[in-house]
């Protein structure tokens, strides 16, 4: 049974800074890409970063310059640390995972975090 368990939201004011986890449990596997998506109310959801198996990252252009996607294999973690925040950034973030167990690989979401951010 795989877990994904997002967390590090919250409420911050503009400028400030937040760091979102991803972590991924269960037996045997391994964390190929990682994508981190966001959604404002309404029902528009938008990627905002993506980190391959390779570490090579892209971002949604505006957030590029002031969010930075990561991982650590061995905790089998995706992170976004979010500086200089804006009220725009307002949303629910949730990690999107591709974990290969064996020579499979599935799909999975993290179950969402709120982000908050003040003017």
């Known amino acids: 049974q795989v877990q994904v368990v997002e967390s590090g939201g919250g409420l911050v004011q503009a400028g400030g800074s937040l760091r979102l986890s991803c972590a991924a449990s269960?037996?045997?596997?391994?964390?190929?890409?990682g994508r981190w998506y966001r959604q404002p109310p309404g029902p528009q959801r938008e990627l905002v970063a993506v980190?391959?198996?390779?570490?090579?990252?892209n971002y949604g252009d505006s957030v590029k310059g002031r969010f930075t996607i990561s991982r650590d294999n061995a905790k089998n973690t995706v992170y976004l640390q979010m500086m200089s925040l804006k009220p725009e950034d307002t949303a629910v973030y949730y990690c999107?995972?591709?974990?290969?167990?064996?020579?499979?690989?599935?799909?999975?979401w993290g179950q969402g975090t709120q982000v908050t951010v003040s003017s």
């Open positions: 269960g037996s045997a596997l391994s964390i190929n890409a």
């Open positions: 980190i391959s198996s390779a570490g090579s990252t």
């Open positions: 999107n995972v591709e974990v290969k167990i064996g020579a499979f690989t599935y799909s999975y």
